[in-house]
């Protein structure tokens, strides 16, 4: 069975990144004594299920900048980058996409892959949800209210049931949602 989901790290003021793209302050120092703690083991394990990813152009710059410092995050899984613009691809799992985002999901994601997720960004999140092309989102809600930046649920401009599916408390402080998008 095929799931796409959208993956999202935000404020609790609902900001992925501040005004200048940046993330630093996803390192928070936060400790909440009833969460759970995710050993190393455990990530590796639930990373493995996720067979492609989806992301922007801007995502995958900014993720190209962050490999300088630790590494590309999403090793050797395939990784499709929707773009208009050339970018630098110098690693053979990871491919660009200009076009229509129903034909790239039906005729090349689903006949091949079963779990997608859509790590960034928010034009494009908004894109996926708009088209009915996303079956879940997964918010992981850092403690910190930015008050202003890039906000996740821009301009969707239309209303979309959903049916929470976890909840998920972490001892950093982060909660993370997880719902179906009702169809």
Same mark, same amino acid.
């Given at each position: %069975? ?5 993956? %999202?790290?935000?404020?609790?003021? &609902? ?19 009833n969460g759970i703690n995710i050993t190393e083991q455990e990530a590796a394990e639930f990373l493995k299920k996720i067979d492609c990813?989806?992301? &922007? ?13 630790? @590494? ?27 076009? *229509?985002?129903? #034909? ?9 892959? #079963? ?19 996303? *079956? ?10 930015? @008050?202003? @930046?890039?906000?996740?649920? *821009?301009?969707?401009?239309?209303e979309k049931a959903l049916h929470l599916k976890n909840v998920t408390a972490h001892s950093s402080g982060m909660v993370e949602l997880?719902?179906?998008?009702? #169809?």
């Amino acid at each position: %069975m095929f799931n796409l989901t959208i993956h %999202m790290v935000s404020s609790l003021d &609902g900001y992925i990144a501040k005004k200048d793209n940046s993330i630093s302050w996803f390192e928070t120092s936060d400790s909440y004594e009833n969460g759970i703690n995710i050993t190393e083991q455990e990530a590796a394990e639930f990373l493995k299920k996720i067979d492609c990813y989806i992301m &922007g152009s801007r995502t995958y710059e900014h993720a190209l900048e962050l490999s300088k410092s630790y @590494g590309w995050i999403y090793g050797d899984v395939p990784t499709v980058v929707l773009t208009h613009r050339e970018l630098p691809v110098d690693r053979q799992n990871i491919e660009t996409y200009s076009g *229509d985002l129903n #034909k790239l999901v039906n005729e090349r994601l689903k006949p091949n892959y #079963k779990n997608v997720w859509l790590v960034g960004g928010a034009e494009l999140s908004r894109d996926f949800i708009r088209l009915n092309l996303a *079956d879940e989102i997964r918010q992981s809600i850092l403690p910190i209210i930015l @008050g202003d @930046g890039i906000p996740f649920f *821009d301009q969707i401009r239309q209303e979309k049931a959903l049916h929470l599916k976890n909840v998920t408390a972490h001892s950093s402080g982060m909660v993370e949602l997880c719902y179906e998008i009702k #169809k």
